[in-house]
T-cell receptor, first 112, second 114 residues
Framework: DAGVIQSPRHEVTEMGQEVTLRCKPI?????LFWYRQTMMRGLELLIY????????DSGMPEDRFSAKMPNASFSTLKIQPSEPRDSAVYFC??????????FGDGTRLSIL | GQQLNQSPQSMFIQEGEDVSMNCTSS?????WLWYKQDPGEGPVLLIA???AGELTSNGRLTAQFGITRKDSFLNISASIPSDVGIYFC??????????????WGLGTSLAVNP
């Protein structure tokens, strides 16, 4: 079975540019999560969706970050404009009701 | 809010040795999850614990849900080089039935010398 699929795997861009990260959850999972991982802060939950509806976005750092889930098989996390401090590994995870989360392999983002 | 403390922060051991790491919380949990992250990959679930006192094994890995519900332990027996990685504990952000939002420890980094 296909796991959570994220793209791109790596992204290097200049400060001020728009960045879009993409995620395809596991088929049949109804919850989707976006995380950011850094050495200093570990894994931080940014936002999660349940049945395509954003439930908790309290972890989104600021208005430069936005996330959408237009359907059950696709989600995006967008940063506009990007800043060097946004450099991190961004993970998408999905789960079904009351089941543990399954993670993608992440997008390593570097903002120069 | 709730916090998770993992220890040790890192370990460097010889192949064949047993490993023990733990996680403590500032409040009671009703679920404990243990994940492993290999370099360049996302965390992968190793063991899930749902009941105080529960002891669960997955191959050479054994995890226990502490009786106080504020701690959990993960043991690895007879370590091998592929055990290298970062081990994370995680638990629900609140115990009000919302098992979707998790909080995470900062991880235990394990290195195994062949």
């Amino acid at each position: 079975d296909a796991g959570v699929i994220q793209s791109p795997r790596h992204e290097v861009t200049e400060m001020g540019q728009e960045v879009t990260l993409r995620c395809k959850p596991i088929s049949g999972h109804n919850s989707l999560f976006w995380y950011r991982q850094t050495m200093m802060r570990g894994l931080e939950l940014l936002i999660y969706f349940n049945n395509n509806v954003p439930i908790d976005d309290s972890g989104m750092p600021e208005d430069r970050f936005s996330a959408k889930m237009p359907n059950a098989s696709f989600s995006t996390l967008k940063i506009q404009p990007s800043e060097p401090r946004d450099s991190a590994v961004y993970f998408c995870a999905s789960s079904s009701v009351n089941q543990p989360q399954h993670f993608g392999d992440g997008t390593r983002l570097s903002i120069l | 809010g709730q916090q998770l403390n993992q220890s040790p922060q890192s370990m460097f051991i010889q192949e064949g040795e047993d490993v023990s790491m733990n996680c403590t919380s500032s409040s009671i949990f009703n679920t404990w999850l243990w994940y492993k992250q290999d370099p360049g990959e996302g965390p992968v679930l190793l063991i899930a614990l749902y009941k105080a006192g529960e002891l669960t094994s997955n191959g050479r890995l054994t995890a226990q849900f502490g009786i106080t519900r504020k701690d959990s332990f993960l043991n690895i027996s007879a370590s091998i080089p592929s055990d290298v990685g970062i081990y994370f504990c995680a638990g629900p952000y609140d115990n009000a039935g919302n098992n979707r939002k998790l909080i995470w420890g900062l991880g235990t980094s394990l290195a195994v010398n062949p």
